[in-house]
């Protein structure tokens, strides 16, 4: 892998874990709260989960594989 490569790719995981992030604390803040959209939590569940996977999937880009 070549170095511009990688580095477009730690950019997009920073960003990812960003909205991750953000995606968690809003998730929490509905939960937490009298009256919510289910369908709007299930939503936002959803890209969470979606976000991960491409989180794991460009971590796996970036390390190494180990070779047993």
Do not use: T
């Amino acid at each position: 892998m070549d170095e511009i490569n990688q580095i477009e790719i730690e950019k997009r995981l920073l960003w990812l874990r960003e909205e991750h992030r953000d995606l968690d604390v809003a998730i929490g803040q509905m939960a937490d709260g009298p009256h919510h959209d289910q369908l709007r939590m299930v939503r936002l569940k959803k890209r969470k989960l979606a976000l991960k996977d491409e989180i794991l999937y460009l971590e796996s880009q970036i390390l190494p594989d180990i070779i047993a």
